[in-house]
């Protein structure tokens, strides 16, 4: 079933555990970007936040056998980020993701919006 690139997969992911605002944005004509994408979303509670995470890498694992090569802020859950080295995933708790405005920082990237009634 590998008919959805990984990053539509990630996005699924995000918003089959009630993710909000979820986006990609599509680094690659960047230059100096660390990876190809950023998926990026938000969620209200940390305990959210942790189970966007988890499912996120139960479904790369599953759907595409990659596992996460580095993960990072678990242990208080504002604002974990998940290095598939091509593809960075950031799941913020609320006010850390308008705190921090990645969005606005990679304004020159491509973006591309989710939602639960997007047929990906």
């Given at each position: 079933?590998?008919?959805?690139?990984?990053?539509?997969?990630?996005?699924?992911?995000m918003l089959?555990?009630?993710?909000?605002?979820?986006?990609?944005?599509d680094?690659?004509?960047?230059?100096?970007?660390?990876?190809?994408?950023?998926?990026?979303?938000?969620?209200?509670?940390?305990?959210?936040v942790?189970?966007?995470?988890?499912?996120?890498?139960?479904?790369?694992?599953?759907?595409?056998?990659?596992?996460?090569l580095?993960?990072?802020?678990?242990e208080?859950a504002?604002?974990?980020i998940?290095?598939?080295?091509?593809?960075?995933?950031?799941?913020?708790?609320?006010?850390?993701r308008?705190?921090?405005?990645?969005e606005?920082?990679w304004?020159?990237?491509?973006?591309?919006?989710?939602?639960?009634?997007?047929?990906?």
């Open positions: 079933m590998k008919n959805k690139s990984e990053v539509g997969v990630i996005a699924d992911a089959e555990k009630k993710a909000q605002d979820v986006v990609s944005l680094l690659t004509k960047i230059g100096t970007a660390i990876a190809d994408h950023f998926v990026i979303c938000h969620a209200d509670s940390t305990t959210q942790v189970a966007i995470s988890d499912y996120v890498e139960e479904m790369m694992e599953k759907e595409y056998g990659r596992s996460v580095r993960k990072q802020g678990r208080n504002f604002w974990i998940l290095d598939y080295s091509d593809i960075v995933v950031h799941i913020f708790k609320t006010d850390q308008l705190f921090y405005r990645l606005d920082l304004a020159d990237a491509v973006k591309t919006t989710y939602s639960d009634s997007q047929d990906n």
